[in-house]
């Protein structure tokens, strides 16, 4: 199954009090069969009801001051399990949760305030490889798509690329406003659509960014660009776009990649889906380092990771 989805999300009356959150999203894919319903806090032996917890100072603890953390852990190794036995490459888990959080959780405090990190299932999947949505995010990326590029298209794509790395480079590049090669070029993108796979990202059925990628013999793949019109960041387009790719090219076994070593944001970004720094490389053209990340993907069902 290619998804595991928080089961509070897919109907199930699993939360803290016996409640659920259902989404008609979720619930569907479960009934399709698309996505394997899982709650690492009944699975590592806590019941319903039960007391609430919050993570504070790397333990997990409940409203009544009792230390849960190892039932969270159990609970984690459980659905870490479930998820090879299943070969799920992703999953989709519920906001904020001290097991399911992905992005941010609760303070610890039990007052309401979020502060950002991963609950303990969530960062025992990302260790192990998935690829991990909120609940939020995992909806609003619902309408992102990945094609080849059409002939009509390349004007609107450099005129995408253009807006996006300037905007990004002005906010976060010391050494002004700029782009890699051709990133304003229309012949630069006939030419790289020639030598590599030049898609076009869409949300909402419009043109929302660009990505152009390169194929190796040897099974690995180079993602040259990516690229995310500025005022559609924020919303999980790219995320959604690596999850999508590594779909698409499912027979590529690494992809790497590289960032400019002050793009610190995109290092996190990259980071995040289970990208690792590898090297550093000293670009003249550029006049700055570019960090180097890669990622082994998750192999098929039956051929585990050791
Ligand atoms: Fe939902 Fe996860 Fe909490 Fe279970 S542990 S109730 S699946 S958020």
């Known amino acids: 199954m290619k998804y595991l989805v928080s089961a509070c999300l897919a109907g199930e009356s699993c939360r803290y009090d016996g409640t659920h959150c259902a989404d008609p999203l979720y619930v569907d894919m479960k009934n399709r069969g698309e996505a394997l319903p899982v709650c690492p806090e009944l699975l590592g032996g806590l019941g319903i009801p039960r007391s609430p917890c919050e993570i504070r100072n790397g333990r997990v603890i409940s409203i009544d001051g009792d230390d849960r953390t190892e039932a969270f852990m159990k609970g984690a190794e459980h659905t870490v399990r479930l998820a090879r036995e299943e070969g799920a490459v992703c999953a989709v888990l519920k906001n904020n949760s ?3 959080g ?9 007052t309401g305030k979020l502060v950002p990190g991963l609950g303990v299932a969530a960062e025992a999947l990302s260790r192990e490889g998935l690829f991990l949505f909120n609940d939020t995010g995992f909806t609003a990326a619902q309408t992102v798509r990945l094609r080849k590029i059409r002939e009509k298209e390349y004007d609107r794509l450099v005129a995408v690329s253009t807006e996006s790395f300037l905007s990004d480079s002005l906010t976060h590049s010391p050494c002004g406003a700029g782009g890699p090669e051709g990133f304003d070029s229309v012949e630069w993108h006939r030419e790289a659509s020639g030598r590599g796979r030049l898609l076009v990202i869409t949300y ?3 043109l929302a960014g660009g990505l152009f990628v390169t194929l190796k013999p040897d099974k690995t793949g180079w993602i040259n660009r990516i690229f995310v019109r500025s005022d559609l960041r924020g919303k999980g387009i790219g995320r959604r776009v690596f999850f999508l790719l ?7 076994r690494e992809w790497g990649l590289d960032t400019p070593d002050w793009a610190h944001h995109n290092q996190r970004f990259y980071e995040s889906m289970g990208y690792k720094k590898t090297r550093e490389i000293y670009s ?3 006049g700055f380092y570019l960090v180097v ?9 039956g051929k585990l990771k050791s």
């Open 284 to 286: 003249k053209e550029a």
């Open 293 to 301: 990340l890669k990622k082994r993907c998750i192999l098929p069902k």
């Open 246 to 252: 590594e779909q698409k090219y499912s027979s590529i």
């Open 102 to 110: 992905f992005g941010s959780v609760y303070d610890g405090t039990f």
């Open 204 to 206: 909402n059925n419009e």
């Open 98 to 100: 001290p097991s399911c």
